[in-house]
């Protein structure tokens, strides 16, 4: 701040020099008299004084004068804030080149400022700009605009989705007349593209320049290449470690972790829809998950048996192992595992037909049922629910008594879900079941033996699969479940499992995908389908993309080679965004200094301060009177309304009941006093009448910070409707806007036995001008001593103690009430003392 | 100068204080406006009857009295007469000072103490008699009677000028005279003496701006008389408040002396203290020394 200030006329500041010698002058020259006419000036005449010596002027005001004078002396030198000295006299035209990838979205809006700022300053001095984007496309001209231009062009801009193309800008700035008067000026993202330095250099050949101004880099975000656990690599041109959010579809943060592993509970880890990192909202910074992502639940059917005696028999302690790395695992009986609804079924037992029709429903809605061929069925055929007909007994190779060789698998058909996968050499299978041959249309062969017959069938059924592995999951049938194919097949059947995009299909058609600010929009008319190799670059943004239902993710961050940081070739100078500050004349302000010193001076020593001061004296007072008077006396309260006639009726209605108060009982009140919750002091008083009406505003803040605090410390306030509770729509939503503000307690309808019946009068009812209308209590206020703080009504008693529309006998009854009300006020639950119970039972008795 | 304004005020004063009767408890019955002399003569009030005697006149005799006895009866009357005060009222160039806006200044003050004063009397049915400089009875000078006469003796008042004249006064009249008597004493100590010598009773209403009292400057200040006389500077002046405080002590005891070895009355009053007081001590005062 110091160091940016400058001084037009710096010699002018010599000035400053002479200040001790003004000072010294300023002390020796006394105050001018005070001129004060005398009318007994005859008897002070001849009157000596022992001390001569005149009073010096006091320190504060020489103070206050030597200020005026500096702050002349530094307005005369002219000071200015932050001078620009380069681009002051500059009148050629700017040219602005900003990095507009992903990697420039982290801090996009100081970016977008910094240019919009800089793009101002020079349409003031009626310079063109040229503004050149890096990423793609490049947009049809690069200008030259004028500043508003300019400035409408840059309003909507936004990263994006991809990383910048330097080495297209670079051919495209050709299209730009070298011209020695440009000023140039490049924002970039801070990432070395391999293309920086030459950038640089075209854009000093376009005139002058260019000045480098380095934002903050943005961090990519990558699933980890295991991509079954939710663990991710952060690459990052800082050192610190960011923290990770998921999120779920709807943007509720799931979890978060400062490490790179996020641990989340199954049923939430397959809610995650992205994971960003924090405080980085880019499309690099955010990863999104598809179904790929999420683990699914495999249950294992075992014999209900229950423990088996030799696991290494068993087949399911081969799939078990085999699935466990990348899938959650139950295993129980058949009943049980379809009640977890579970994503694959694995089971080598035989099925009875009351729960083959369970098991195919689930398939129709989307299962995936993976049969292994075990004994049972072999002896079996007409079992149900299999892909095709098997023929009764096994087929055995290579055994004692057979010619035939173990067989080995063929290579995977590039159809199925097995394509691509290597087969180990060792891999054969000694014992399969067979399947008649068939012409069954919808039956798939997704691997087969070197002699082609099937090793794995499939049926699609309805969403989902029925799958039959031909061979058991056990090491006596093949050597398959020992060999790492095994664990890489079952990896596939899962990952097909609901999910309906069979790897290796597209196009796939966008759903929504992100832009550079990292925020899931709608597809524009610009974004292509995609294949299932696509990577995220220009008209393919990351995002989702396939079947809206189950959609397939792409990420940018797989597609971005390792973060490397910008290196500025020698000599251009780099600086930062914060380092553009515009020019500032501070002369005003000091001369607005001096004058306002100048002032104070002059109302300090002449008569307006007195006039003022006694002015502020007697104005403080008369602002807090009307308090300190309310708080005198003990008085009942109403809120004013601001309607004329209810508060009116509000005042009269207390009034009169005060009255009649002070002729029955002790309790001698003042006059009632109008309060407005928001301005008035309300501690003093023990009742707040509030009449309702449908226009009953919600509470200004500071009013419902009173009030709260009113009820907290023992206040009641008595809410009347004043409608007889009449079902009135306005004045039930004017009572709930202000329940709402002032979070009231719960309520319930007055009890037969409330302190309220009984705290002066013995009454049964509460009626004001009208009668039916229910009371309503604070329902359990064991907090405020038993005592409720709330009375809510609807039978306008200030009505009816003002004595509107009422028979005497009503009236009465009302007062009779009021002084309940006032008493319950005054002294809580005093009259809930059993100590008067006998003596009130007593009195009921007597009562028929 | 003088508008309703002063009037209006010497009004409410007035109002504040009961008729001023002079000597009241000893005319129990007398009518307004004159006070009996407790003996036969002029007048409207019955005194009583007597026998006729020789040489009273035959139109005297009150026949109708006398037909109830044998002898002839007169019906005699009380003689009745009115008091006059001549009341001064100074209008110097230092009257017209105050040493604060809150305050009013002394002629202010002056001017609605007199007229009070005047209102009570006229009230009660006395005389009110304004003293108008060396001219003495004029126009708007000589005594008036009745209450409706007020803004007269308002008009008067404010005419009233130096040097005062005993012209009209004669032996057993009343004076009052209200000033800030920041003359020399020996000023007052010749008019003093040339009023009692025909026999005048009076009273020194002393009006007084509490600054003069109190003296509160400090500083350096430049005092300026109300004319133009030279002023008096002083650097440090809150020191010459002790020594002025005495000088004007002394002066308002000379005045109480001097004012004592003529008979009269020496009443100071301060223009921060409520008017009625002075007007209740004048009342009092007047009571006793008017018969």
């Not at chain 1, 290196?567 to 380092?579: A, E, H, I, T, W």
């Not at chain 1, 809510?792 to 009816?800: I, M, V």
Request: aromatic share 6%.
């Amino acid at each position: 701040m110091i160091a940016d200030l400058a001084f037009s006329f710096p010699w002018a500041l010599a000035v400053l020099l002479a200040l001790p010698g003004l000072w010294w002058l300023l002390k020796a020259v006394p105050p001018p008299p005070a001129i004060v006419r005398f009318p007994p000036l005859r008897l002070l005449m001849g009157l000596t004084t022992q001390r001569e010596t005149p009073d010096h002027m006091p320190l504060w005001l020489l103070v206050l004068r030597a200020l005026v004078v500096v702050a002349l002396i530094v307005a005369a030198a002219g000071p200015v804030l932050h001078p620009d000295s380069r681009s002051a006299k500059t009148t050629g035209p700017l040219l602005i080149a900003f990095d507009d990838g992903w990697a420039a979205a982290a801090d996009w809006q100081a970016r977008r400022t910094w240019i919009e700022e800089k793009v101002d300053a020079a349409g003031r001095l009626g310079r063109s700009v040229y503004l050149v984007p890096t990423a793609l496309p490049a947009p049809q001209t690069f200008g030259p605009f004028t500043a508003a231009q300019a400035l409408t062009a840059l309003h909507g801009w936004t990263p994006k989705p991809w990383e910048t193309d330097r080495a297209a800008t670079l051919k495209a700035l050709q299209a730009i007349p070298t011209d020695a008067s440009i000023e140039s000026v490049w924002v970039s993202d801070g990432t070395e593209d391999g293309h920086s330095a030459a950038f640089i250099h075209a854009l000093s050949g376009l005139g002058n320049g260019p000045a480098v101004i380095v934002g903050k880099t943005g961090s990519v975000l990558k699933p980890a290449p295991d991509g079954m656990d939710l663990s991710f690599e952060i690459d990052s041109l800082t050192s610190s470690s960011p923290t990770l959010i998921a999120l779920d579809e709807a943007g509720r943060e799931l979890g978060r972790t400062t490490t790179a592993t996020l641990q989340l509970p199954l049923q939430m880890r397959n809610q995650v829809s992205r994971v960003v990192i924090e405080g980085d909202q880019s499309a690099g910074a955010t990863v999104l998950m598809d179904e790929r992502f999420r683990r699914r639940l495999v249950a294992l059917v075992e014999d209900s048996s229950g423990q088996n005696p030799q696991p290494l028999l068993d087949s399911m302690t081969y799939v078990a192992k085999a699935v466990q790395p990348y899938a959650e695992i139950k295993s129980g009986s058949l009943a049980d595992m379809m009640a977890q609804k579970p994503s694959v079924l694995v089971f080598d037992s035989t099925i009875s037909p009351d729960q083959s029709q369970a098991v195919q429903d689930w398939i129709q809605a989307g299962g995936m049922a993976v049969r292994f061929a075990g004994n049972a069925l072999t002896q079996n055929g007409d079992e149900p629910l299999l892909p095709v007909r098997l023929r009764a007994g096994g087929r055995t190779l290579g055994g004692v008594l057979s010619w035939a060789e173990p067989q080995q698998l063929a290579p995977f058909p590039a159809d199925g879900p097995f394509a691509e996968l290597p087969i180990p050499d060792e891999t054969e299978v000694r014992s399969q079941v067979l399947a008649e041959p068939d012409l069954k249309a919808v039956t798939k062969v997704w691997a087969r033996l070197t002699d082609g017959t099937p090793l794995v069938t499939a049926q699609p059924m309805g969403r989902g699969w029925l799958v039959l592995v031909h061979c058991a999951a056990t090491p006596q049938w093949s050597s398959l479940p020992l060999s790492g194919l095994f664990p890489e097949m079952l990896h596939r059947l899962v990952m097909m499992s609901s999910s309906s995009s069979v790897p290796g299909a597209g196009p796939f058609n966008p759903v929504r995908v992100l832009d550079g600010l990292g925020i899931l929009r709608p597809p524009g008319p610009d974004v292509g389908a995609i294949m299932d190799r696509t990577v995220a670059g220009p008209g393919h943004p990351p995002g989702f993309y396939g079947d809206p239902a189950a959609p397939m993710a792409l990420n940018l961050g797989p597609g971005i080679g390792r973060l490397r940081p910008f290196v500025p070739p020698s000599g251009v100078q780099v600086s930062g965004l914060n380092r553009h500050q515009a020019e500032q004349d501070l002369r005003p302000a000091a001369l607005l200094l001096a004058l306002l010193l100048g002032l104070t001076e002059l109302i300090v020593t002449s008569r307006l301060l007195r006039v003022a001061g006694l002015l502020l004296l007697t104005a403080m007072p008369l602002a807090q009177a009307e308090t300190w008077e309310a708080g005198l006396d003990t008085r009942l309260a109403y809120v004013i309304t601001g309607n004329a006639a209810i508060d009116r009726k509000s005042q009269v209605g207390l009034q009169a009941l005060s009255q009649v108060l002070a002729a029955r009982s002790t309790a001698l009140l003042a006059a009632p006093q109008g309060v407005a919750p928001d301005s008035d002091s309300l501690p003093f008083y023990p009742l707040l009448y509030w009449p309702l009406t449908a226009g009953t505003e919600t509470p200004t803040d500071s009013a419902v910070l009173a009030l709260k605090r009113y009820l907290k410390r023992g206040g009641l306030i008595v809410f009347d409707r004043q409608d007889g509770g009449a079902d009135d729509i306005a004045m039930n939503a004017a009572l709930r806007r202000l329940n709402h503000a002032l979070d009231l307690p719960a309520l319930e309808p007055i009890p037969q036995d409330h302190v309220l019946t009984r705290s002066f009068y013995l009454i049964r009812t509460m009626p004001g001008r009208f009668t039916n209308g229910t009371v309503w209590v604070q329902a359990n206020s064991a907090e405020n001593d038993g005592v409720s703080t709330i009375v809510l009504g609807a039978n306008d008693w200030a009505g009816a103690w003002a004595g509107q529309g009422t028979d005497a006998s009503q009236r009465e009854a009302a007062l009779r009430f009021g002084i309940n009300l006032c008493l319950y006020s005054l002294t809580g639950n005093y009259k809930a003392d059993q100590v008067h119970m006998p003596a009130i039972l007593e009195r009921l008795g007597r009562q028929p | 100068m003088i508008g309703n304004s002063p009037v209006l005020n010497a009004y409410a004063l007035a109002d504040t204080l009961p008729p001023l009767l002079v000597a009241a408890k000893r005319v129990a019955a007398s009518v307004m406006g004159a006070h009996g002399r407790r003996r036969a003569g002029p007048g409207e009030t019955f005194w009583q009857y007597r026998a006729a005697r020789p040489g009273d006149e035959a139109r005297q005799i009150d026949w109708r009295q006398s037909a109830r006895s044998d002898h002839l009866q007169i019906r005699e009357t009380e003689w009745a007469a009115a008091q006059t005060v001549h009341i001064w009222c100074d209008h110097s160039p230092g009257m017209n000072w105050r040493s604060a806006s809150t305050l009013e200044t002394k002629s202010d003050r002056a001017m609605v103490l007199a007229l009070g004063l005047s209102a009570v009397l006229l009230r009660a049915g006395e005389r009110v008699s304004p003293i108008v400089g060396a001219k003495g009875v004029g126009a708007k000078g000589g005594a008036v009677s009745g209450e409706h006469n007020l803004e007269r003796v308002a008009l008067a008042l404010g005419e009233c000028g130096e040097p005062l004249s005993g012209a009209m006064m004669s032996a057993g009249h009343c004076a009052v005279l209200v000033s800030d008597f920041l003359h020399p004493i020996d000023y007052w100590a010749a008019v003093l003496k040339s009023l009692a010598a025909r026999g005048v009773h009076g009273h020194l209403l002393h009006v007084m701006d509490p600054a003069e009292e109190s003296f509160p400057y400090q500083g350096r200040v430049m005092f300026l008389g109300m004319g133009q006389e030279p002023g008096f500077q002083s650097n440090r002046s809150q020191d010459l408040r002790a020594a002025y405080r005495a000088r004007m002590q002394d002066h308002c005891q000379s005045l109480t002396r001097l004012a004592q070895s003529v008979g009269w009355t020496h009443l100071i009053h301060r223009t921060d203290h409520p008017a009625q007081t002075p007007l209740l001590a004048l009342y009092t005062r007047l009571s006793e020394t008017v018969r």
